[in-house]
């Protein structure tokens, strides 16, 4: 069904328009959408909550603070899937997220600015993790950046959508 067909769908026959089917099937496309989308937002993150990072140390796997971090409670309010799930989120819904350590814990970035150049390292600043804004910014080296390709994974999925 095309845009055009779906529009002159909503008019009844005399030529009205009934504003309350056309927002409530509206909202339910939605609401089905962003079911979908959370849905797969959660199966992405379980299974990456359920995989084991190891983590090294002179060429030996340790299981150390940097162990426990990334697979047990990566800082004192969220355990590792809930975390993961909230850096899956940033992924898909912002096509990157940011992970600082602050204080020895791992957070996972509402938001922030990026500073690039070309031959020194990006500068991070203004991040926001939980509402708190940080009053330092951080260099490349001290952060984990993910990002996905260059296309947005939210427009992809609504691209699918229109198409089915």
Same mark, same amino acid.
């Given at each position: 069904?095309?845009?055009?067909?779906?529009?002159?769908?909503?008019?009844?026959?005399?030529?009205?328009?009934?504003?309350?089917?056309?927002?409530?099937?509206? %909202?339910?496309?939605i609401?089905?959408?962003?079911? %979908?989308?959370?849905?797969?937002?959660?199966?992405?993150?379980? +299974?990456?909550?359920?995989?084991?990072?190891?983590?090294?140390?002179?060429?030996?796997s +340790?299981?150390?603070?940097?162990?426990?971090l990334?697979?047990?409670?990566?800082?004192?309010?969220?355990?590792?899937?809930?975390?993961?799930?909230?850096?899956?989120? /940033?992924?898909?819904?912002?096509?990157? %997220?940011? +992970?600082?350590?602050y204080?020895?814990h791992?957070?996972?970035a509402?938001?922030?600015?990026?500073q690039?150049? %070309?031959?020194?390292?990006? #500068?991070?600043?203004? #991040? +926001? #993790?939980d509402?708190?804004?940080?009053?330092?910014?951080? /260099?490349?080296?001290? #952060?984990?950046?993910?990002?996905?390709h260059?296309?947005?994974?939210?427009?992809?999925?609504?691209?699918l959508?229109?198409?089915?």
């Open positions: 069904m095309g845009v055009k067909d779906w529009f002159i769908s909503l008019f009844n026959k005399d030529g009205t328009l009934d504003i309350s089917a056309a927002v409530g099937e509206l %909202a339910g496309e609401f089905f959408k962003e079911l %979908a989308l959370q849905s797969c937002i959660n199966l992405i993150a379980n +299974v990456l909550s359920k995989a084991e990072f190891e983590t090294f140390e002179k060429g030996k +340790v299981r150390g603070e940097n162990y426990y990334f697979n047990v409670e990566p800082n004192p309010n969220k355990s590792a899937s809930k975390f993961w799930r909230d850096v899956i989120h /940033q992924m898909v819904y912002n096509n990157e %997220a940011l +992970v600082v350590q204080k020895g791992f957070y996972c509402e938001s922030f600015n990026c690039k150049y %070309a031959f020194q390292q990006y #500068i991070y600043k203004d #991040i +926001v #993790i509402g708190f804004k940080l009053d330092r910014s951080y /260099q490349e080296e001290d #952060i984990f950046h993910f990002e996905l260059d296309q947005k994974i939210r427009s992809v999925i609504d691209g959508y229109t198409s089915y």
